[in-house]
């Protein structure tokens, strides 16, 4: 069995950790750090609920090895709020009432996080006609499904999840 | 999953070195390759991560060609300002593959490296002939609405699962490959290969040779190119069918024209044949639709995937309509 030592920064505190080198993200996050915010649904990497960011980028955490992020940023569903301040994408779930269960929501909510910053970069999604320009300010609700597709809801609280992202735009 | 050893090389050369240890392979965004790992389908003995190589810059070469470093990430280079002005065919593919997450991690390296999804190759309680050579193909009599139409083989009927690399065989791209022996190059339509009797091999990159890069040659005329991708849901699913097309018009003639199909075959489908018959002939919807009944009398379809035949023709014909704006 082969073991590693790593030195990562998870939620803004600097964490040294030695893991299995089979260990996922998530995996390091759940069971090791007490990070039980981010869910492990299918940990096939179909699902989104272990998505969380990685140096401001969303990616699954169940395909992603502990191992390959050395000095690594790393922030969950934990980490989004500032203190009791939640974070504008968390306010807008409540306000929307965008779960059921809640089981997929940290995906949901770290996707959405690191999807507005994809918009607001400018990347197209398949949706985006060519050659188009999209900005968050003009995200409409089809761009928000392609680009949230990769969370799914077993609940179908998608009605609402739809309107809560673009509602945290603001 | 099996235990295995990790190393992070800082150069090609030792990335190459490292690889000729038994049981290696290259990691690069995870996204198959762990999860393979995690079936028992990929039990390697050391994981080579090729993440921290300096690969992954996009480059405009003196030819105007595009060289695409094999570690840049599928999302980066589908937002590359020059990719989606030079070849709208190769940003619209790379968008239409898997979800945000997954674009954020997987590589374009990786991404011609990825292996089917057949069910069968995917589940080890299964026999498979690309998993184990000589074990036999249950595909063919079983679950097969997604499988090959064309280019198949008594051994082999699995799908190439990339849609880049669809677009990438259109635009006529190489693929340069490293080995201790030293550079490889590779067309893509050479790189990739069909089942035969050797479904094992999805490639012909030669044993341990590392991906460093892609090139998509200079084509003036692919600002006129496009992907369309039809799948059993909205978003976030394999191809049944897709295309990638680029047209080049005289007027109302097609002076020259890309096709390739996806998910019809064990590789990036060329369908040559049908860009024969439309090379010098008239933009007409009857003319696109002759040349794609051309190109599919080669299919071979199966009991539940014979559905494949008209829908590619349908949708190649659709895409080719809307690229040249011929009333539909």
Known sequence: MARMSLDLTVNGERRKVDVDTRTTVLDLLREQLGLTGSKKGCDHGQCGACTVLVAGRRVLGCLVLAVTLEGAEVTTVEGLADGDDLHPVQRAFLDADAFQCGYCTPGQLCSAVGMLREVGEGWPSVVTPPGATVSVSSLGPDEVRERMSGNLCRCGAYVNIVPAVLAARR | ?328
């Not at chain 2, 094999?70 to 989606?84: F, G």
């Not at chain 2, 011609?112 to 309680?125: G, K, N």
């Not at chain 2, 794609?292 to 590619?312: C, I, M, S, T, Y």
């Open chain 2, 1 to 328: 999953m099996k235990a295995f050893e990790y190393e992070r090389p800082v150069g090609v050369t030792e990335a190459v070195a490292l690889a000729r240890r038994a049981g290696s392979r290259f990691l690069g965004g995870g996204t198959n390759l762990v999860d393979l790992m995690k079936l028992g389908v990929e039990t390697p003995d050391l994981l080579v991560d090729l993440t921290g190589l300096d690969l992954a810059e996009v480059l405009e070469q003196p030819d105007g060609a595009l060289r695409i470093g094999a570690t840049v990430r599928n999302s980066d280079l589908s937002a590359n300002d020059a990719v989606r002005a030079r070849y709208p065919v190769l940003s619209q593919a790379l968008v239409a593959g898997a979800s945000g997450q997954l674009r954020n991690m997987a590589t374009v390296g990786g991404n011609m490296l990825q292996r089917t999804r057949c069910p069968y190759f995917q589940d080890v309680t299964k026999a498979c002939n690309k998993r184990v050579p000589g074990s036999g193909c249950p595909a063919r009599a079983g679950e097969h609405r997604n499988l090959a139409i064309l280019g198949a083989s008594e051994a082999c009927i699995a799908t190439s699962p990339s849609d880049f690399a669809v677009a990438l065989a259109a635009l006529d791209a190489g693929v340069t490959a490293l080995t201790t022996e030293g550079e490889v190059s590779l067309t893509v339509s050479d790189f990739f290969r069909l089942p035969g009797d050797e479904p094992q091999r999805d490639t012909n990159l030669p044993p341990g040779a590392l991906v460093t890069a892609l090139t998509v040659p200079r084509l003036d005329w692919a600002t006129r190119s496009a992907y369309r991708k039809v799948r059993d849901r909205a978003s976030y699913a394999f191809a049944l069918v897709s295309v990638a097309a680029a047209v080049d018009l005289d007027g109302d003639r097609v002076r020259d024209v890309r096709l390739a199909l996806g998910g019809v075959a064990h590789a990036p489908w060329r369908a040559t044949r049908a860009e024969e018959a439309l090379r010098g002939g008239p933009a007409t919807e009857e003319a696109f639709s002759a040349a794609l009944r051309g190109e599919l009398e080669a299919a071979e379809p199966l009991p539940h995937n014979g559905f494949k035949v008209d829908l590619a023709h349908n949708v190649a014909v659709r895409t080719l309509t809307e690229l040249t704006g011929v009333p539909a």
